[in-house]
């Protein structure tokens, strides 16, 4: 079946750690997103990829990283400059521009 | 003002209660509508899908756009417990940057 993975469902990050959030997608997709979900705070955008070897800055890029070498896949790295990375993450995926999404079923970020 | 506008909640109604969720825009150049169901610590799954105005029915749900009024709503009939979600709107404004979404109305159906 189709559908896209995100992978770890949980994930612990120390104080000036990176940690990478993978993402991967075999619905044959050209554009994939990274969004953060906080309470209260909808999804807000953090990076985009509409084509394999380039991708884009969202609203909230500062303290995040991002690569999209192959077409399935576009992971994303929370960086020691991100001071508030505790959240919800949810990759997502669109055949274009007038599509709807199919989102994974997220990373939950936590810093002890 | 922002560009989707969405009523947080919480709703809360009886099963089997007649459900109503609203989104208004601003941006006129909206075309395409949907409306995303999220349960909690999950992904967003689509659920309906609508161009330009008018209604569209799938089973219990039926969106409604009106483009005049910028208001879109989504109704649920024969509320179950299962239909206990937050439910999101968005469009896509034509941008690369994908789809504008509202922050989401959480509801809850009493059984």
């Known amino acids: 079946d189709g559908g896209i993975t995100q992978s770890p469902k949980y994930l612990f990050r120390k104080e000036g750690q990176n940690v990478t959030l993978s993402c991967e997608q075999n619905?044959?997709?050209?554009?994939m997103y990274w969004y953060r979900q906080d309470p209260g705070q909808g999804l807000r955008l953090i990076y985009y990829?509409?084509?394999?070897?380039?991708?884009q800055k969202g609203d909230i890029a500062e303290g995040y990283s991002v690569s999209r070498e192959k077409k399935e896949s576009f992971p994303l790295t929370v960086t020691s400059a991100q001071k508030n990375p505790t959240a919800f993450y949810l990759c997502?995926?669109?055949?274009?521009?007038?599509?709807?999404?199919?989102f994974g079923s997220g990373t939950r970020l936590t810093v002890v | 003002q922002k560009e989707v506008e969405q009523d947080p909640g919480p709703l809360s109604v009886p099963e089997g209660a007649i459900v109503s969720l609203n989104c208004t825009y601003s941006?006129?150049?909206?075309?395409?509508f949907m409306w995303y169901r999220q349960y909690s610590r999950k992904g967003p799954e689509l659920l309906m899908y609508?161009?330009?105005?008018g209604n569209k029915e799938d089973g219990r749900f039926t969106a409604q756009v009106d483009k005049s009024s910028k208001y879109i709503s989504l109704f649920i009939r024969d509320s179950q417990p299962s239909d206990s979600a937050t439910y999101l709107c968005?469009?896509?404004?034509?941008?690369?940057?994908?789809?504008?979404f509202g922050k989401g109305t959480h509801l809850i159906i009493q059984p």
């Open positions: 997502a995926s669109s055949a274009g521009i007038n599509y709807g999404y199919t």
């Open positions: 619905l044959n997709h050209d554009a």
């Open positions: 990829s509409q084509i394999v070897n380039d991708f």
């Open positions: 941006n006129s150049a909206f075309q395409y």
């Open positions: 609508t161009y330009s105005s």
């Open positions: 968005a469009m896509p404004g034509g941008g690369a940057d994908g789809l504008t």
